[in-house]
């Protein structure tokens, strides 16, 4: 069974960093395409960041394009996502997601991922 499992979130200031884990039980991460979504109270899921099993190509959204990376670790069966120059607007909680078969929707569509984890809060304050 898959299991994901968020850490790393919490209380950072404006302008501030965080780092997301996301540890993988029950697969072996490094055949599977990962990725980040996220939810802000009120608003619809979207899509942050993914990707590819080979670790060779990554997607982000507009919003956060250039201000977080995601990265995998397949060794440690973990993926990470650093958030710099944090803003108000990233406020949310943060998902991590993983597709156990071959898709060609895009990164950015939730219909593509079928393991989620349970979520983890991300609060940015002044």
């Known amino acids: 069974q898959v299991q994901l499992v968020e850490s790393g979130g919490g209380l950072v200031q404006v302008g501030g960093s965080l780092r997301l884990s996301c540890a993988l039980s029950g697969r072996t991460l490094s055949r599977y395409d990962m990725g980040w979504f996220r939810q802000a109270t009120g608003k619809e899921r979207e899509f942050v960041a993914a990707i590819s099993w080979t670790g060779g190509d990554t997607s982000y959204s507009d919003s956060v394009n250039g201000r977080f990376t995601i990265s995998r670790e397949n060794a440690e069966n973990t993926i990470h996502l650093q958030m710099n120059n944090l803003k108000l607007e990233d406020t949310a909680i943060y998902f991590c997601?993983?597709?156990?078969?071959?898709?060609?929707?895009?990164?950015?569509?939730?219909?593509?991922?079928?393991?989620w984890g349970q979520g983890i809060q991300v609060t940015v304050a002044y």
């Open positions: 997601v993983l597709n156990t078969f071959t898709s060609t929707l895009s990164y950015a569509s939730s219909r593509r991922w079928n393991s």
